[in-house]
């Protein structure tokens, strides 16, 4: 079974640019969220999707979005960069389908956003 | 609101010692908790899961965690670790309604020869 697929693995974007990050989920899952992953602030979340549709935000900016596709694959969307955006962009997967009990996340190895 | 504290930043033994990494939690809801495992240049990896039932689980790699709930605890145990268990270790505790996981700071287990 083929993991959770994160491209690119690693960027380099200039301040005031945008960037697209892309998650492939686990055959299967639904569910799929996103984490921002840095050494001050630790694992924050950021958004979750199932079938199509935002069912939770966590506390970022608007520049911050998201959309996922009807084969479950997501994408995030970060609009004009700050050098704070620099980050570890984790996608993870779960097989939870209706609101219920947690299955656990299954992860990306990441994609690492350098802003300059 | 729910946080999650992991006591010990970082966590320094020997190989074949036994460890012990600590975590405490507050929910005010359903307690589902996590202990997950980060290698060098990747994402996280579930090492075992609480949801209900008995309170001793067992993960993979030989990692085993005890639920307590009147100490809010759900501490991380190994008996006897090995070189390769030099990683990173985030206790987790999932919100269902929230729909997202809130990550303690992380622990460095550096296991020494």
């Known amino acids: 079974k083929a993991g959770v697929t994160q491209t690119p693995r690693y960027l380099i974007k200039t301040r005031g640019q945008q960037v697209t990050l892309s998650c492939s989920p686990i055959?299967?899952?639904?569910?799929v969220s996103w984490y921002q992953q840095t050494p001050g602030q630790g694992l924050q979340f950021l958004f979750e999707?199932?079938?199509?549709?935002?069912?939770n935000k966590g506390n970022f900016p608007g520049r911050f979005s998201g959309r996922q596709f009807s084969n479950s694959r997501s994408e995030m969307n970060v609009s004009t960069l700050e050098l704070g955006d620099s980050a570890l962009y984790l996608c993870?997967?779960?097989?939870?389908?209706?609101?219920?009990?947690?299955?656990?996340?299954?992860f990306g190895s990441g994609t690492r956003l350098t802003v300059v | 609101a729910q946080s999650v504290t992991q006591l010990d930043s970082q966590v320094p033994v020997f190989e074949e010692a036994p460890v012990e990494l600590r975590c405490n939690y507050s929910?005010?809801?359903?307690?589902?908790l996590f202990w997950y495992v980060q290698y060098p240049n990747q994402g996280l990896q579930l090492l075992l899961k609480?949801?209900?039932?008995?309170?001793l689980v067992k993960g993979i790699n030989g990692f085993e965690a005890e639920f307590n709930k009147s100490q809010t605890s759900f501490h991380l145990r190994k008996p006897s670790v090995h070189i390769s268990d030099t990683a990173e270790y985030f206790c987790?505790?999932?919100?269902?309604?929230?729909?997202?996981?809130?990550f303690g700071d992380g622990t460095t287990l550096t296991v020494k020869p």
């Open positions: 993870a997967s779960s097989s939870q389908g209706a609101p219920g009990r947690p299955y656990g996340y299954t």
């Open positions: 055959s299967g899952h639904r569910s």
């Open positions: 999707y199932f079938s199509e549709t935002q069912r």
């Open positions: 929910s005010s809801v359903s307690v589902y």
């Open positions: 609480y949801l209900s039932g008995s309170t």
């Open positions: 987790a505790v999932h919100n269902t309604n929230a729909g997202k996981s809130t």
